[in-house]
């Protein structure tokens, strides 16, 4: 069974860093593009990066403004996210989300819960 | 970036009844590049639909999809009431990036 596990969502403060995590298990992570997605309280999703399997390729949404960081350790099967200088419109739940053959996202967890507030 | 723009917001109607849902793009997608995915309230977003019109595993066939070019469609044909939720339809041909969504109620 293909399951995605995030964590290390929490309440972090305006200017403050988090890294979030997914564990994979059930398929070859290492022969996957990964996603993360966000979604604010009441409101629609967002894509926010996506990683090529070997990690040549990474690919981040323009808003974001290079303060995110994606990566993976494929021998572990898990996928990162590095957020610095948040700000409470970061504020929401985050997904990862595995993504298919033309890029379609196949597989999701149940997402981690971020709240930026001084 | 490609801005896809759904409509309607929302779509009131009830069990038995055809939901047609509208996805407009600001450019051209590739049909292998443009998917549909339920969000039921607290739940992870599912997949639905991809490359345009390939139900994903498990998904039934009164769920369908259509479209090419900037206009895309995804087709309910009979609502039951679990498919009362929230609709994305999303791009991955040029990055990523998904509509603002349709919600059916009922």
């Known amino acids: 069974e293909v399951q995605l596990v995030e964590s290390g969502g929490r309440l972090v403060k305006p200017g403050g860093s988090l890294r979030l995590s997914c564990a994979v298990s059930g398929f070859k992570f290492r022969s996957y593009v990964m996603n993360w997605v966000r979604q604010a309280p009441g409101k629609g999703l967002e894509w926010v990066a996506a990683?090529?399997?070997?990690?040549?390729?990474?690919y981040y949404a323009d808003s974001l403004k290079g303060r995110f960081t994606i990566s993976r350790d494929n021998a572990k099967s898990v996928l990162f996210l590095d957020m610095n200088s948040l700000r409470a419109e970061d504020t929401g739940v985050y997904y990862c989300a595995r993504g298919d053959d033309y890029g379609e996202m196949d597989s999701w967890g149940q997402g981690t819960l971020v709240i930026v507030s001084s | 970036e490609i801005v896809l723009t759904q409509s309607p917001g929302t779509l009131s109607l009830s069990p038995g009844e055809r939901a047609t849902l509208s996805c407009r793009a600001s450019q051209s997608v590739g049909s292998s590049y443009l998917g549909w995915y339920q969000q039921r309230p607290g739940q992870a977003p599912r997949l639905l639909i991809f490359a345009t019109s390939t139900r994903a595993t498990g998904i039934p066939d009164r769920f369908s999809g259509s479209g090419s070019g900037t206009d895309f469609t995804l087709t309910i044909s009979r609502l039951e009431p679990e498919d009362f939720a929230v609709y994305y339809c999303q791009q991955y041909g040029s990055s990523a990036t998904f509509g603002g969504g349709t919600k059916v109620e009922i």
């Open positions: 990683i090529s399997s070997s990690s040549s390729y990474i």
